[in-house]
T-cell receptor, first 110, second 112 residues
Framework: SQTIHQWPATLVQPVGSPLSLECTVEGTSNPNLYWYRQAAGRGLQLLFYSVGIGQISSEVPQNLSASRPQDRQFILSSKKLLLSDSGFYLC?????????FGPGTRLTVL | GDSVTQMEGPVTLSEEAFLTINCTYTATGYPSLFWYVQYPGEGLQLLLKATKADDKGSNKGFEATYRKETTSFHLEKGSVQVSDSAVYFCALTPSGTYKYIFGTGTRLKVLA
């Protein structure tokens, strides 16, 4: 069966520090991968999606970036965090129809 | 552009009450429609889906019918339980794309 992992589960970072969140999927190959952010009291915002290694589509301009160095690995990064980057970050994968979500990372930027 | 609009929450109901959470969408073509549920501190789980007009998705007593004429996909349950307390998201995938568009979510609180 397929599983999706995210780490860390929680993170507290100072403004201006770098960020690296990792997501890995097991039990499937060549999945579509997605990064979402859920800000407090708001819905899900699609940040990036990838349909293959090295293929990244960005949905919103921001100081975040994403990379897909391996087929089942998706990384969300930032060189300098902003207060507005705080939120709940969700990784998801999909075979093309429904999506399967990871447990999420709660990021607090102070 | 494509979008999903959900009713504002929170929705507070007594146990065994009837639930409706409204969802309407704007999209070209024939999108697939979904309802996801998020329990506190967790990621999202697929609740049900419908891929074409007049399809009815159902799971765990929840139902939603894909209504193209009204561009709606309202979520219903005949008798809610305390364990149904969660945030519910309506979503669509535009036809021919890999993108998902989510509504803002509706928080449901069921009281014993």
């Amino acid at each position: 069966s397929q599983t999706i992992h995210q780490w860390p589960a929680t993170l507290v970072q100072p403004v201006g520090s770098p960020l690296s969140l990792e997501c890995t999927v097991e039990g499937t190959s060549n999945p579509n991968l997605y990064w979402y952010r859920q800000a407090a009291g708001r819905g899900l915002q699609l940040l990036f999606y990838s349909v293959g290694i090295g293929q990244i589509s960005s949905e919103v301009p921001q100081n975040l970036s994403a990379s897909r160095p391996q087929d089942r690995q998706f990384i969300l990064s930032s060189k300098k965090l902003l207060l507005s980057d705080s939120g709940f970050y969700l990784c998801a994968w999909g075979p093309g129809g429904e999506q399967f979500f990871g447990p999420g990372t709660r990021l607090t930027v102070l | 552009g494509d979008s999903v609009t959900q009713m504002e929450g929170p929705v507070t109901l007594s146990e065994e009450a009837f639930l409706t959470i409204n969802c309407t969408y704007t999209a070209t073509g024939y999108p697939s429609l979904f309802w996801y549920v998020q329990y506190p501190g967790e990621g999202l789980q697929l609740l049900l889906k419908a891929t074409k007009a007049d399809d009815k998705g159902s799971n765990k007593g929840f139902e939603a019918t894909y209504r193209k004429e009204t561009t709606s996909f309202h979520l219903e349950k005949g008798s809610v339980q305390v364990s149904d307390s969660a945030v519910y998201f309506c979503a669509l995938t535009p036809s021919g794309t890999y993108k998902y568009i989510f509504g803002t979510g509706t928080r449901l609180k069921v009281l014993a």
